[in-house]
């Protein structure tokens, strides 16, 4: 088993910038792609960004120039530095990584961290 917990959620005003961080635990034999994954209220939850091996990244356009995906292989860890933050990145955030787990891959989700931004 693994377990994701995340951290660094909060208020921040527009213009500002928080960032997030998810760690995985467990029996972890090796990790995937790692990503987040926003939902704002009322709505689906979307793809924000990802970083695979050899620290390929790719965002999605309404977060592109202001996030930045990293991670550490240590820790088993995902970080999202978010900058230039507005009133639409309000929403749950949440890491998802690939794990291989007691000799199989499987996708781990975190509990959600949530990010408001607001004046």
């Known amino acids: 088993q693994a377990h994701l917990a995340e951290s660094g959620g909060g208020l921040a005003h527009p213009g500002g910038s928080l960032r997030l961080s998810c760690q995985a635990s467990g029996n972890i034999f090796g990790i995937g792609i790692m990503a987040w994954y926003r939902q704002a209220p009322g709505k689906e939850r979307e793809f924000v960004a990802n970083i695979k091996s050899g620290n390929i990244v790719n965002y999605t356009d309404s977060v592109k120039g202001r996030f930045i995906i990293s991670r550490e292989y240590d820790k088993h860890a995902v970080n999202l530095q978010m900058n230039s933050l507005k009133h639409k990145d309000t929403a749950v955030y949440y890491c998802?990584?690939?794990?291989?787990?007691?000799?199989?891959?499987?996708?781990?989700w975190g509990q959600g961290t949530k990010v408001t931004v607001s004046s």
């Open positions: 998802l990584e690939d794990l291989l787990v007691g000799g199989s891959w499987s996708a781990y």
